[in-house]
């Protein structure tokens, strides 16, 4: 007889050796790990719950959906868990508002103003044989790749870098996603130094003004890019979930739960919301009640 596996952490000791062997009945689940509030019910059973209460996080993390229409809908979503289906309930920020919060992204150059250095360093490695070559047009990019192996090398370094990058929960996704966001960061990357050849012509004393409009329209076209990247990725497919909304650095919309256990053994969940975080020492918090109170009754009564 082949040895039974040992559960490896203490979440699958409980669900192994308690939950699945009939010595217990979970009718809530709680989890803290998106940074969000969001609710689920067993349909026909709303005694059984799913709640995720990520309130204290250091950032937000999306409640709406990989399409537009879904983005608006607060309980078309569901999920299956163990064969059972669970009904949204309820979400905090609701979908439409975490919607419009992802198309902060496009401001992404002005949330994250320091990260523009990372695409204006890698424009200008890429670039930098046409921006300090020789008095003269620049050689064509296949001519220039065919005699500057080293410059294929990098392309394919940095290709490989943005498919590592890419939501790797998403397999397809992952290599699409990361080869389209890289070839675009690329191609950016060769035009802006085009441009700046052709602004400032092939003179050895124009070199300081090509390598700076190359900087600089890395930091700045690069950033941009980088936003959109994020925006689509997250609004079309759901991916980048965590990158997406960690850039926008939203300290609103927290929260956290009340929990009252009656003296009938039922338990009460108050949701509690703070949609806006005060600014300032002893500003007034604003709450509210994200929804009514949900009631769990276990069976039989405790």
């Known amino acids: 007889m082949a040895p039974v596996a040992k559960p490896t952490s203490n979440l699958a000791f409980l669900q192994a050796e308690v939950i699945d062997e009939g010595k217990a009945k979970v009718y809530l689940w709680l989890a803290g790990d998106l940074h969000h509030y969001a609710r689920h019910e067993k349909y026909g059973d709303p005694n059984r719950q799913r709640i995720t209460s990520g309130g204290g996080g250091a950032f937000l ?18 999920v299956t868990v163990d064969g059972d289906l669970y009904e949204r309930k309820a979400t905090f920020p609701g979908g439409a508002t975490s919607f419009r ?64 990058f890419a939501d790797a929960t998403r397999p397809l996704f992952r290599w699409i996603g990361g080869l389209a966001h890289g070839l675009a960061h690329i191609a950016l990357a060769l035009a802006i130094a085009a441009s700046a050849a052709l602004a400032f012509g092939g003179a050895p004393d124009q070199v300081p003004l090509r390598l700076g409009v190359s900087f600089l329209g890395g930091w700045i076209l690069g950033s941009i890019l980088w936003g959109l990247y994020l925006l689509v990725a997250l609004n079309l497919f759901g991916a980048h979930q965590n990158e997406a909304f960690s ?27 703070i949609p806006k975080v005060p600014r300032r020492a002893g500003a007034r918090v604003q709450y509210l009640l994200i929804e009514d109170p949900i009631t769990v009754r276990p069976h039989p009564p405790v």
Do not use: C
């Not at 993390?61 to 569901?78: I, K």
């Open 61 to 78: 993390h999306p409640t709406h959906g990989p399409l537009f229409g879904a983005a608006r809908s607060e309980t078309r979503h569901a």
């Open 101 to 164: 919060l992802s198309l902060l992204n496009l401001l992404f150059l002005f949330r994250n103003p320091t990260f523009g250095l990372l695409p204006a360093l890698g424009y200008l490695a890429l670039a930098w044989g046409r921006l300090v070559g020789p008095e003269g047009p620049p050689p064509s990019i296949w001519t220039e790749l065919a005699t500057r192996p080293l410059r294929v090398v990098l392309m394919l370094v940095l290709l490989a870098g943005f498919v590592f």
């Open 247 to 273: 850039a926008l650095r939203i300290q609103d919309y927290k929260h956290f739960l009340r929990l009252h256990v009656t003296g009938a053994g039922d338990l009460e969940i108050y949701p509690i919301g």
